[in-house]
């Protein structure tokens, strides 16, 4: 069974970069990093929000054999109080629109873009986040 998400892990060919550009967005540095083998960073990985999420940034050097390099495929959305200023962060920060700011049902706001790497980064208003918090906190 399912318990909660653990980590988010997306590739990049320049993680060095991926972590700097990630840095810049979320505002914290990485808390934990493994050099590849030639000594430039294979994976690096942020905490972050109210249950200190992990999303992850792993060298694409690293990636299953087949693996599809498009932008595409499941969306892990990311709990956002501003949808709009953090869409206009990112696209104003080097990200390309994948889907547009878009109201679903009542409260529920989805966009996501592609981030400079290639990989798909979704944010959403979402209220049923909000309850659980106001519930539960923090961690």
């Known amino acids: 069974m399912l318990r ?16 700097r550009w990630y840095a810049g967005f979320l505002g914290v ?26 999303l992850g940034f792993i060298d694409r050097r690293f990636a299953p054999p087949g693996a599809a390099n498009p932008a595409g495929g499941a969306l892990a959305n990311w709990h956002v109080d ?4 953090t869409f206009a962060w990112l696209v104003e920060h080097g990200a390309t629109e994948y889907e547009p700011i878009t109201a679903r049902t009542e409260g529920f706001v989805t966009a996501a873009v592609v981030d400079p ?21 923090p961690f």
């Open 29 to 54: 540095e990485p808390y934990y990093s493994v050099p590849g083998p030639d000594g430039t960073p294979g994976y690096v990985e942020f905490r972050l929000g109210d249950y200190q999420h992990e």
């Open 4 to 19: 909660g998400l653990a980590t988010v892990n997306l590739y990049a060919d320049d993680v060095a970069e991926a972590a």
């Open 117 to 137: 790497f290639g990989n798909v980064l979704a944010i959403m208003s979402n209220p049923h986040y909000l309850e659980v918090l106001d519930k539960t906190g």
């Open 82 to 85: 501003d949808i709009e200023a």
